[in-house]
C-alpha cells in the first residue's frame, strides 16, 4: 500500500487547511484509515481514525475543530482542520491498517503561524 498525503502548507491562526490522502497499490480492504501528527521534539501522536464502518475517533486536542472523513469508492481520507493553533504544527501522517499490516504516507507539514 502506498499513501500519499496532500495539503500542508502555512496558515494563520484560526484558519482552516484540508488535508487529503490517496492510498494505493492495495491489495486487501482498509480497514482504518486514520491521521497522526509529529510536532518537532514530540512523539508521533494520533489525531483521528476511521475504521471500517466504526465509530470514527477523535485526540482530546481536537476539540471539535477538525472533522475526518473517508471516501472509500477513491480509496482516500481526508482531513479538515478548523480554527487552528500554533500548537496545531506538526507534520501530519496518513495512516491505514489492512489485513497485510499498516503503512504509512511521508507526511505533510502543516505550519500555524502569524
Known amino acids: 500500500v502506498q499513501l500519499q498525503a496532500f495539503g500542508g502548507g502555512l496558515v494563520q491562526p484560526g484558519g482552516s487547511l484540508r488535508l487529503s490522502c490517496a492510498a494505493s497499490?492495495?491489495?486487501?480492504?482498509?480497514?482504518?484509515m486514520g491521521w497522526y501528527r509529529q510536532a518537532p521534539g514530540k512523539q508521533r501522536e494520533p489525531v483521528a481514525t476511521?475504521?471500517?464502518?466504526?465509530?470514527?475517533n477523535y485526540a482530546e486536542f481536537v476539540q471539535g475543530r477538525f472533522t475526518i472523513s473517508r471516501d472509500n469508492a477513491k480509496n482516500t481520507v481526508y482531513l479538515q482542520m478548523n480554527s487552528l493553533k500554533p500548537e496545531d504544527t506538526a507534520v501530519y501522517y496518513c495512516?491505514?491498517?489492512?489485513?497485510?499490516?499498516?503503512?504509512w504516507g511521508r507526511g505533510t507539514l502543516v505550519t500555524v503561524s502569524s
Open positions: 495512516n491505514a491498517v489492512t489485513l497485510s499490516g499498516r503503512y
Open positions: 497499490r492495495i491489495r486487501y480492504n482498509i480497514n482504518v
Open positions: 476511521a475504521p471500517n464502518g466504526g465509530a470514527i
